[in-house]
């Protein structure tokens, strides 16, 4: 095929057709490296972050949505009893899988569906890039529509460190 420009401007408009290929190129590159980032290692990544600010809600009707996002989570939680001990919920929403990263060893302590379901909380592994910083990481099967619980504490800290991400679009 042989194009043959008789002004300027044609070859303007060929340039800037190249340029905008050129560039969705690169973004759809760049998206494809995102996708496939670690998820251990971008938990590290942000583990100094503050995060969204969230209260856990010591009744489960009251308990707040800890959505998925790449971006961390800073949990406080409401004071247990008289120990001086600190625990509360969080909601998930099913169904779909997602990978919890919490700063705070043993404070994850459970996960059930709906407000009566049984303890699905899978075992606790730590994080396998900066396992120090974050000790725990689960990876969570949520498989019904619904309401999930998950129960923080009892501990002796208040503020939590919780990133909750989508297992889909991420090697691990």
Request: glycine share 6%; net charge negative; hydrophobic share 40%.
């Amino acid at each position: 095929m042989t194009l043959i420009f008789t002004d300027v401007r044609d070859y303007r408009a060929l340039a800037l057709v190249v340029l905008a290929f050129t560039l969705a190129g690169c973004s759809d590159a760049k998206e494809a490296e995102t996708a496939a980032e670690d998820p251990s290692e971008h938990a590290c990544e942000h583990r100094d972050e503050t995060g969204t600010q969230l209260e856990a809600s010591n009744i489960l009707d009251d308990a707040p949505l800890l959505d998925v996002s790449e971006e961390p989570y800073s949990v406080t939680l409401p004071e247990a009893t008289t120990d001086g001990t600190f625990e509360g919920y969080l909601r998930l929403s099913g169904p779909g899988d997602s990978l919890l990263f919490a700063g705070t060893e043993d404070v994850v302590s459970a996960l059930r569906f709906g407000m009566d379901g049984a303890d699905e909380l899978p075992e606790a592994a730590p994080n396998e890039t900066c396992p120090e910083r974050i000790p725990a990481h689960f990876d969570l099967e949520l498989s019904e529509s619904g309401d999930y619980f998950l129960r923080l504490g009892p501990s002796a800290e208040s503020e939590l460190f919780l990133v909750h991400l989508s297992a889909e679009g991420h090697a691990h």
